[in-house]
């Protein structure tokens, strides 16, 4: 083996640790016993991890080998293939992205759940027999619920204008994570779930597209929509419609970052109403996550955003905030975090200098939740950290997904017409309580999406906890089906 130059200094130093730039290279290499190792040196030494290396095909010309391999970014890509070709003297055919491959096409789509084998099945799905069905809902509108996939169904509304990390990039661009939600929905609590991605450049837009399609669906996940806009389309539609209205990035997260909470306080010894909360980012989930521990009993909020700790004189969202918190009246994050209990980051990497964390209390509880890069990294944070962030290749990820299909899956069980602060609280507590004693001693503050009985047991306190306040929707529930039938 020949000896080789060292990789090009701008190669990034860190290795990559997720499946999100995820390639296979499809190589042409000329014949040589030892192309196998080769490339998985190259490939190491270029920051990369190889997953695997797939023989395609060997000619008199040379070999065709598949390359996968983990990398950074499409950068990152980039630099790999030209140290592959620099160092083994292969020729990167193609490059393709099995994430990219996992969309084509779309991730969703239609099936009937009736079939259509005979003519009488034809009558009876369509005309004439659907006629029947349409004039029994038209006199009675409640037997939609039952006569249609209204009961089961929810629409997933966006403008586009905060997509994940991303920002706002549009309808389109929104298209591919909403999605994403749907099939979550489906398969984690057997919801049907519809992207609408709305071009619509104004909050009464979303409100009037809303309003005008919401009579086929039985509850309205908004998502993806920027602040302050989001907190205005929300309780317009919650007033206006008679179907739970829930905006995940504002009350999915803060629930989940309620439950994490609970739990981190139950593994130091501490209670709700006697830590010292400092959160930093108070855009859409920053203000639902700030109301919740308020409401929940925390005491001791201190809450800034860009321009510094929440004023009286702020944004009318701000203002009822600054009103229920900083009790003792601090106006500097350093003083802030000096023995605070706990950290909850919800704007950007960089908002909060790491080093301020280190003088927090014993034990101290970090939500370092903006994406892609959190506040605090974990080779950052002081050795007795409890550490929480919004990255799956990180423990303890802080995922709304843990919450909405078993929000939604309870809320249509039963029919809900609204979202309750009973409901949210509820589901705190059903998300928190999957997490045993057992994981708890380890660290664990929050359960894996994965985990079966996570998405049964938040749909089972949603739904009654909604009983619990409307007793009278046992009844109209059992009317309605007895009338169905």
């Known amino acids: 083996m020949v000896d080789r130059p060292p990789p090009p200094a701008e190669l990034p130093r860190s290795r990559p640790s997720g499946a999100g730039y995820t390639v296979t290279m499809r190589v042409l290499a000329p014949h040589d016993p030892t192309l196998l190792p080769r490339l998985a040196s190259v490939v190491d030494e270029a920051r990369g991890v190889v997953t695997g290396m797939d023989l395609v095909d060997v000619t008199t010309a040379g070999a065709t080998v598949d390359l996968t391999l983990l990398a950074l970014d499409e950068d990152h890509v980039t630099d790999v293939a030209t140290a592959l070709e620099t160092h083994t003297g292969v020729r990167v055919r193609h490059t393709s992205d099995p994430t990219f491959l996992f969309h084509l096409g779309g991730k969703i789509e239609v099936a ?36 249609t996939a209204k009961g089961t169904s929810i629409a997933i509304v966006t403008n586009g204008t905060a997509v994940l990390g991303l920002g706002n990039i549009g309808p389109y661009g929104a298209i591919p994570v909403m999605e994403g939600k749907a099939v979550i929905f489906k398969e984690f609590a057997g919801v049907n779930a519809y992207p609408l991605c709305l071009d619509a450049k104004t909050p009464q837009a979303v ?17 993806d929509i920027a602040a302050p806009d989001c907190f205005r389309v929300e309780s317009e539609l919650q007033r206006q419609l008679d179907i739970p209205v829930f905006h995940d990035d504002q009350h999915g997260t803060a629930i989940v970052v309620s439950a994490a909470l609970l739990n981190a306080c139950r593994i130091t010894g501490r ?44 944004l009318p969202h701000h203002q009822v905030l600054a009103e229920r918190s ?52 974990p080779e950052e944070a002081r050795p007795d950290t409890l550490l929480a962030t919004g990255r799956s290749d990180m423990p303890n990820q802080i995922n709304n997904a843990l919450v909405f299909p078993g929000f939604f899956r309870g809320a249509l069980d039963v029919r809900a017409t609204k979202v309750t602060l009973a409901m949210k609280q509820a589901a ?16 664990v503050v929050v359960p894996t999406m994965f985990q079966s009985r996570l998405h049964n047991a938040v749909a089972g306190a949603v739904a009654d906890a909604w009983l619990a306040e409307h007793p009278e929707s046992r009844k109209r529930e059992s009317d309605l089906d007895g009338k169905a039938r």
Do not use: H
């Open 112 to 147: 009937a759940r009736t079939p259509l084998r005979t003519r009488q099945d034809m009558t009876m799905a369509y005309t004439p027999g659907v006629a029947r069905v349409a004039s029994a809902i038209a006199k009675r509108p409640e037997s939609a619920w039952t006569l």
């Open 271 to 314: 209670d709700f109403s006697e830590v010292r909360v400092v959160l930093v980012g108070c855009g859409a989930a920053g203000t639902a996550i700030s109301t919740a521990l308020l409401d929940a009993g925390v005491t001791d909020l201190v809450i800034f955003d860009k321009d510094g700790v929440l004023s009286v004189k702020g």
């Open 428 to 443: 705190t507590r059903a998300v928190a309580d999957i997490v045993t004693d057992e994981q708890r001693a380890l660290g």
């Open 207 to 223: 409100i009037d597209t809303t309003l005008a399609i919401a009579p086929g669906f039985g509850g309205i996940n908004l998502e």
């Open 326 to 377: 900083n009790p003792r009246g601090i106006t500097e994050v350093a003083d802030a975090l000096r023995d605070a209990d706990v950290f909850i980051g919800t704007a950007r990497r960089g908002s909060v200098d790491p080093d301020l964390l280190k003088a927090m209390a014993p034990q101290p509880i970090v939500f370092a939740l903006s994406n892609p890069e959190p506040e605090l990294l």
